[in-house]
C-alpha cells in the first residue's frame, strides 16, 4: 500500500512537501502572466515579481492549470495510490473549479482537456489519454511532483 505521507519511523517530509508544493505555486503564477510572451518581449520587461493581469487579464498571484492538477494529484495521494482518485480530482478540478485559485478554470492544454474529458465518461484512467505521438502534451511533465515524495 503506498500512501502520500512517509510510514511512522520514517522521515517526516511535510514542511518539504509544503515548500516543494508553493514553489510550483509560485513559479506558475510568476509565468502566468507572460505566457506565449516572446523571449524578445520578456528581455525588455523581464518577469522579477508578481504581476498581474498580462496573458489572461487575471490580478497577480494567480496560478494556471499546472499548480491546480499538481495539488488534485498531491491530495489524491494522501490516500491510498489509486488512479480513479486521481482522474476524479481532475474532473472536479475541470468541472467543478476544485483547486482552483480564483474559482474558476481559466486555462487547459488541448490534450489535458480531452484525456480529462474522458475520464468524466468513465473511461479508466490508464486509457484516458491520447496514443498518437502528437497527442503527448507537456502538462503531465510539470505536474508530477508530488510523485517525488510518494513512499511504500
Not at 78 to 100: A, K, L, P, S
Request: hydrophobic share 40%.
Amino acid at each position: 500500500m503506498e500512501t502520500w505521507f512517509p510510514h511512522p519511523g520514517d522521515i517526516d517530509f511535510r514542511e518539504e512537501i509544503k515548500s516543494a508544493l508553493f514553489g510550483v505555486a509560485v513559479g506558475d503564477a510568476l509565468g502566468v502572466p507572460v505566457e506565449f510572451e516572446s523571449r524578445h518581449s520578456l528581455s525588455k520587461d523581464p518577469v522579477t515579481d508578481m504581476k498581474g493581469f498580462g496573458t489572461y487579464h487575471l490580478p497577480a498571484g494567480t496560478w494556471s492549470d499546472d499548480s491546480s492538477l499538481t495539488f488534485c494529484l498531491a491530495e489524491a495521494l494522501t490516500q491510498e495510490f489509486d488512479m480513479n482518485t486521481i482522474g476524479q480530482n481532475f474532473v472536479r478540478w475541470y468541472y467543478q473549479n476544485f483547486w482552483t485559485p480564483r474559482g474558476k478554470v481559466f486555462d487547459i492544454g488541448i490534450t489535458t482537456q480531452q484525456a480529462v474529458s474522458r475520464l468524466a465518461k468513465g473511461i479508466k484512467p490508464e486509457l484516458a489519454g491520447g496514443f498518437e505521438e502528437n497527442e503527448n502534451g507537456n502538462g503531465s511533465l510539470m505536474r508530477i511532483l508530488p510523485l517525488l515524495f510518494l513512499s511504500d
